[in-house]
């Protein structure tokens, strides 16, 4: 079958690098807000307001029109959305920015592991050799000391990853036959609603209103997730699961330069050089230089 026009493949992909730009930029301004405001509250207020408006937008434009199978495929995207930004967000709590967009970036890694188990195909060489290179990278970038203790803000971070991957592999699946504004609605819907199931007993109710919260809450909830999914779930209507997430290899390298520009918060040496490893791991996984073949999910 014949791919998308390539004018219009490059107009997706240039809307997903814009993504990667909004959210690399976020990682500080989350971290910083997360003082003030309960990690799941935090998340439901923002989620909420980007539901909300991206309905109220669909609606007055008379773009959204309900159907069930469209809602439901929303809505399993849209746990694993509330599974990645929960374990995200509570690892950002107790790591650096830079090293949770670091490890976030693993997400890029497992994409074509978790379409491999969807899809029932064998790993290719080359995402083998990339997953070594990468989990040699997160070797560096979390284990400390003598024993190897790895920070708990570390690990979340590294379950987020999986989250994220299996939300790209459904929203790919799902994208090219259904309502793209009615996937977006759903999932930001269902991960919103989640997020407020658990705000009343899964943690103590905290927040003080400082501008840092308030700007945190708006930036996210209005760009980083009603503008961000809503153009991923148009864009991979028009590229893969794969080239998605290759595209946000880019997010890491953007939080790292916003959080040292911003805060000053950078990488060790050895970090880095874990960082590095992680994005060669990640590049040999997408791009796949030793015996390319297409994968199911292309």
Known sequence: ??????????????????????????????????????????????????TAVLAGYFLARRRLSWD???????????????????????????????????????????????????????????EVVGIAVATAGLGLLTLHGAGGSVNPGDLLTCLCAIGFAAHIVVLGHFSERMSFELLSVTQL??????????????????????????????????????????????AQQYTTSTRTGLI??????????TSFLLVGEGLSGRSAAGAVLILGGVALVELKPLNPRQHPSD
């Open 1 to 50: 079958m014949q791919g998308p026009p390539l004018t219009r493949r490059g107009a997706a992909e240039t809307a997903l690098v814009w993504n990667t730009v909004i959210w690399g930029s976020t990682f500080v301004v989350v971290k910083a807000a997360l003082a003030d405001i309960s990690p799941i509250f935090f998340l439901a207020l923002r989620f909420s307001l980007a």
């Open 68 to 126: 069930w199978r469209t809602a439901g495929s929303g809505a399993l995207a849209g746990v694993f959305l509330f599974f990645g930004y929960l374990t995200q967000t509570l690892g950002l709590r107790l790591t650096s920015a830079p090293k949770s967009a670091f490890i976030t970036g693993l997400t890029s890694v497992m994409v074509p592991l978790v379409a491999a188990l969807v899809y029932r195909s064998r790993p290719q060489v080359s």
């Open 189 to 234: 819907g269902a991960a919103a609603a989640l997020c407020l199931s658990l705000v009343w007993w899964a943690e103590p109710l905290q927040v003080e209103w400082r501008p840092a919260v308030v700007g945190a809450i708006l930036v996210t909830g209005l760009l980083a997730t009603a503008l961000a999914f809503t153009i991923q779930a148009w």
């Open 248 to 257: 946000y290899m880019l997010e890491p390298v953007f939080a790292w330069i």
